[in-house]
């Protein structure tokens, strides 16, 4: 086997408090093992015939597609851009050679202080898709010019709580609704995959926004499914 037949393939998971893995009990980070991003490597190891699989944990609590909050920044300890524009260019040239690209942003778009539409907040994703394709040899090992596959994924279907209410989401639950619908026409209309995770799991309600623990194993298996069959329409 040559030395570039045993390079894994790479899936980087780019996106907000719910790709870092905030536990909604307020506790911190969950457990390496439990976050969903660790789960779809074993998932896609499991299934894989070929070479194996990693996947690159890039997500960041308040992290919206292309705005700023410095609001929501703070809220977590800290004082950084929450653009996530800002940070994807450099993801990619850092992590190359990546086979695909899990976009999981809009969660905090959705903020109200931020008088984002649904409409504007697909346009972020559209902008961060351009950017991707906009991106020198970031593709796969064997085809680096070639752009990586690209999965837009929904933002949760939140629930309104008092600890939602504190982070700025009033009437998020409406609009990430909005949102999902969206983003799934935006990615037929760009030809990227899409990824519905609203189908697949809720938001704790301890908090209306993060994933609990047992939400990370569904949205896993779903999203290997979604990955493999994306790599098998495009590659038959």
């Known amino acids: 086997m040559t030395p570039a037949r045993q390079e894994p393939k790479t899936v980087l998971c780019f996106g907000d408090s719910n790709t870092w893995g905030f536990n909604p009990d307020g506790s911190g980070r969950l457990p390496y093992a439990t976050r969903w991003p660790n789960q779809l490597e074993h998932r896609l190891n499991e299934a ?114 008092p600890q939602s209410l504190t982070w700025g989401f009033a009437g998020a639950d409406t609009k990430s609704k909005a949102v999902a619908a969206r983003y799934l026409s935006l990615a037929e ?23 609990d623990s047992d939400a990370q194993s569904a949205i896993a298996d779903a999203l290997t499914t979604c990955i493999l069959q994306t790599l098998h329409q495009t590659h038959p």
């Not at 609590?61 to 929450?82: E, F, H, K, M, Q």
């Not at 209309?189 to 994933?211: C, I, M, N, Y």
Request: proline share 7%; glycine share 6%; charged share 20%.
């Open 189 to 211: 209309e760009l030809q990227v995959a899409s990824f519905d995770v609203q189908r697949v799991a809720a938001p704790s309600p301890l908090d209306g926004v993060h994933f």
């Open 48 to 161: 894989s015939t070929g070479p194996l699989w990693r996947t690159v944990e890039d997500g960041l609590n308040s992290r919206t597609w292309l705005l700023d909050d410095p609001i929501g920044a703070v809220s977590y300890g800290a004082d950084y851009s929450c653009s996530g524009r800002s940070h994807l260019k450099t993801a990619l040239h850092s992590h190359k050679p990546i086979d695909v690209v899990v976009l999981a942003l809009g969660c905090n778009d959705c903020k109200h202080y931020l008088n984002l539409a649904a409409e504007q907040i697909a346009a972020g994703a559209s902008i961060l898709i351009h950017d991707i394709r906009q991106a020198v040899h970031c593709g796969p090992r064997d085809r680096p010019k070639r752009t990586p596959h690209i999965v837009l994924m929904t933002p949760p279907l939140m629930r309104i709580t």
